[in-house]
């Protein structure tokens, strides 16, 4: 048992070395741009045209397929944050550090995505662009840890040192958020209950429930799609006077 | 070793009071700073009573949250810089609790005067009798989670600008911000405000161990 | 046909709401997409100009 372990994990930090993880995400990239990109163009085609209206909002529910998604992302690129913080506080592997620092904007870009949408979907069926509730303030206060995370990762110049301060307010706003949802749960709330739940039937009808299933997973695509070009981009400008980066990215031979 | 501890924590408490309380200005700003800041809402917005009355829990709160961060970035610095925390590491006592000591002691220097000035701010603001035990057992738990956030607000922007450590801190404090100014204006309504306090008591409980490891390990980060 | 998508685009008029929504999500990833390809390019071009 030890030993499978161990050899997992040998595996998991030979794939994270930098010159590797540079050669295999180069084979894999050209497919998941395409996987990505096909799942997320038929997700929203289905959702914007052949996804039955709603027959109270009209045609305006069809920001869910565009709403939903990025603030399920939002959230859940925050607990990927979160373990890749945990990870880069006990084991030091950097590559957790630079997924860590990779995946801040992307999460803060989802967030934001949400926030737009979802004020836009509001002004015609609240009439408001911006209301008080509960949800919507917890989103806006997600998207205020994002900066701080960002924010606090620019300003230290020592790149492996600012990984590990944003791995450690990672592990802060994991422990904070659920907490803020709670706290902001009290006010009176006007947003619908949550589309979705792992564990109870869902409460649209199948046309409408599927194509946001495909959204989803077209959101989360893209997510890899952007972190793995996020990430590939960290890992050059962190080690480009190495010798792996002239002789496989620049395809120089010295 | 039990008394090993405490003394190297009634050490450092003594020794960071008293450099506190030789220069008044560390325990006196950010009193002037609430009461100014108090005083701004009506002058800004309305002298009306019951205006002010139901504005009130809100306007103490921020002003709490603001003052207490105002300090916030001298807690380590000093001694960062003239290299006694380098000691204080260094010796084999134990870290987690000279953090907690020095959270302690920004906690009294700062959050303590704050309560006092918090009664004050009560009569400005025309808040009845009956809310000011609910404002000052929040204020007590609620200044406490917020000295302990600031350190490592602190520990973390060590040595760069104090801006940048009140942006950390700011967004984490939310569900203080709000446990607090929900329990004393449901004491203003004459509701049950105990719950709000439990859950504030729960937070600090949990908060003085995780986030007082986090800090060390913060701070940590600036000896690499 | 056209008839078809002029129905389409307008949605019972509130076709505004859902394509701007469409267009801030295409903004968005796109401006994640370009950065990091930039950042790459730019190190590609400074280092290519070094070797030679």
Same mark, same amino acid.
Do not use: G
């Given at each position: 048992m030890n030993k499978i372990w161990n050899y997992i994990k040998d595996w998991f930090i030979e794939m994270g070395s930098p010159p590797l993880f540079f050669k295999w995400s180069s084979k894999i990239l050209p497919w998941l741009l395409f996987i990505s990109i096909t799942v997320f163009i038929v997700g929203l085609l289905w959702g914007l045209f052949y996804s039955p209206t709603d027959y109270k909002q009209g045609d305006v529910y069809r920001i869910i397929y565009i709403h939903v998604p990025s603030a399920i992302l939002g959230q859940s690129i925050f607990m990927f944050m979160a373990i890749c913080g945990f990870i880069t506080m006990v084991w030091r592997v950097k590559i957790s550090g630079m997924l860590l620092k990779s995946a801040a904007p992307i999460g803060a870009s989802f967030t934001l995505i949400a926030l737009l949408t979802g004020s836009i979907w509001g002004k015609p069926t609240w009439g408001t662009w911006w209301v008080w509730d509960a949800r919507l303030t917890s989103t806006l206060i997600l998207f205020f840890i994002y900066a701080a995370i960002i924010g606090l990762h620019s300003s230290i110049d020592n790149k492996t040192k600012a990984d590990r301060a944003i791995s450690i307010l990672s592990l802060v706003g994991i422990a904070i958020i659920p907490i803020i949802k709670k706290s902001v749960d009290w006010w009176q709330t006007l947003h619908q209950p949550s589309t979705f739940s792992l564990t109870s039937a869902p409460s649209m009808t199948p046309d409408m429930y599927q194509p946001l299933l495909l959204c989803v997973l077209g959101f989360y695509l893209i997510f890899a799609l952007l972190l793995t070009m996020n990430l590939r981009a960290e890992v050059v400008i962190r080690e480009k006077n190495r010798s792996w980066v002239s002789k496989q990215f620049l395809n120089l031979e010295r | 070793m039990k008394s090993n501890i405490y003394n190297w924590f009634f050490l450092i408490l003594r020794r960071d009071l008293l450099m506190a309380f030789r220069? /008044? /200005?560390?325990?006196?700003t950010p009193l002037i700073f609430f009461l100014i800041v108090i005083s701004f809402f009506p002058i800004a917005l309305s002298p009306d009573q019951d205006f002010l009355r139901s504005l009130a829990p809100g306007v103490i709160w921020i002003a709490a949250l603001l003052s207490s961060l105002l300090a916030i970035e001298t807690i380590f610095s000093e001694d960062f810089r003239d290299g006694t925390l380098d000691e204080f590491f260094i010796s084999n006592d134990p870290s987690f609790v000279l953090v907690f000591a020095k959270v302690l002691c920004h906690w009294l220097v700062t959050g303590f005067p704050i309560l006092l000035a918090s009664l004050i701010s009560s009569l400005i603001l025309y808040l009845p009798v009956s809310s000011l035990l609910p404002m000052i057992c929040s204020l007590i738990l609620g200044t406490f989670f917020m000295s302990l956030l600031g350190a490592i607000g602190a520990a973390l922007s060590l040595g760069k600008s104090a801006i940048l450590s009140a942006i950390i801190v700011l967004p984490f404090s939310i569900p203080t911000l709000l446990m607090g100014t929900a329990a004393v204006s449901s004491a203003i309504d004459y509701q049950d405000y105990s719950g709000f306090l439990l859950i504030m008591g729960a937070m600090l409980a949990i908060g003085v161990p995780g986030l007082c490891l986090l800090t060390v390990e913060a701070i940590l980060l600036n000896y690499e | 046909m056209i008839e078809q998508i002029s129905t389409i685009i307008s949605m019972d008029g509130n076709g505004l709401y859902v394509w701007s929504c469409l267009f801030i999500l295409f903004f968005i990833i796109g401006i994640n997409i370009y950065l990091p390809n930039r950042k790459l390019n730019r190190i590609y071009k400074e280092n290519k100009a070094k070797a030679q």
């Open positions: - | 220069r /008044s /200005s560390t325990y006196i | -």
